[in-house]
């Protein structure tokens, strides 16, 4: 089991280039791949795309690229409008603050977009050849660091579903006496609504129970639900991602605890249900981390 949260980051040298590689994932419905890279790089975006989804199957991964050229390229262009247009910004601020110092050049030099690298197709080719490992080993210990996280969300998960079963066992006893609590009941009621000294039928009593209890039997909610218990266990060691899964019976467990509290005549079984309705939330909750 993997959590869907997670991050890493992997600097490193590889020929003339220098690297440094980020990747971030959050919590989403489904994969939600972004790329932070630079722009000589946008051709290789469907392949890093492609890469991600070798090591991510859900969530919102942002992967941050940065380049540092060990070797100045060979072809570098200024966007002159641009730096005229900055150099004109800073004079104002200058002069709008009374500042002492002029603008400078190092001043200039910290816009990047300032720059533009007119890259071959080969050099382009050759950065991301370099890039690729950096890549793949970012991306595997984030993998590393989600189930590290998945691991700890397993527990808790775990953790909930055994309260989960203590309450089950619990409505489960008190269904086996509902007859008993029925009859008597139902005989209170008779007496004080039938004058003294009537009886009444035995069969016509079993009859009356028997229709009550067709109405108020649990046991086949009961049943799915712990199959449904069962199943989110089993789902704890699958190697596929299981979030959906997850949160899908979990929305079955809720299903059958509401049925459960539509037939409860006992303040105690509708109790334990509220009780296990609360768990279930707690667990539906920790899911929507799930891979």
């Known amino acids: 089991m993997k959590s869907m949260t997670g991050y890493s980051r992997v600097e490193a040298m590889r020929g003339s280039y220098q690297f440094r590689v980020e990747a971030k994932s959050l919590n989403s419905k489904t994969l939600n791949v972004i790329l932070q890279i630079p722009g000589f790089l946008s051709s290789k975006e469907l392949e890093l795309n492609s890469l991600v989804e070798e090591y991510v199957k ?20 200024i966007d002159k409008n641009a730096l005229t247009s900055y150099h004109a910004l800073l004079e104002n601020v200058v002069t709008t603050l009374s500042l002492p110092e002029p603008v400078k050049l190092s001043d200039l030099l910290n816009f990047r977009e300032l720059f533009r690298f007119d890259l071959s197709d080969e050099e382009i080719e050759s950065i991301w050849q370099s ?36 309450k089950v066992d619990g409505i489960e006893r008190l269904a086996g006496e509902l007859n008993k609590v029925y ?58 991602p299981v979030g959906t899964h997850l949160d899908f019976v979990s929305q079955e467990m809720l299903r059958e605890l509401n049925t459960i509290l539509s037939k409860s005549i006992l303040k105690e079984i509708s109790e334990l249900a509220l009780d296990g309705k609360v768990l279930v939330a707690q667990f539906r909750e920790q899911v929507q981390n799930v891979e």
Request: net charge neutral; hydrophobic share 40%; proline share 4%.
């Open 58 to 77: 859900r969530g919102r991964v942002t992967v941050r690229v940065n380049v540092k050229f060990l070797e100045p390229p060979k072809l570098v262009e």
């Open 131 to 166: 890039l690729v490992p950096v890549l793949r080993e970012a991306l595997e210990r984030l993998v590393q660091e989600r189930m590290k996280e998945g691991e700890r969300l397993r527990k808790d998960l775990q953790n909930i579903l055994e309260n989960l079963k203590v």
């Open 183 to 240: 009859r008597e009941r139902l005989r209170d009621e008779l007496r004080r609504l039938l004058p003294d000294g009537v009886e009444v039928k035995e069969d016509v009593l079993e009859n009356h129970l028997a229709a009550i209890a067709v109405r108020a039997d649990i046991r086949e909610e009961l049943v799915r639900l712990r199959s449904h218990i069962e199943r989110a266990f089993e789902l704890f060691n699958a190697e596929e």
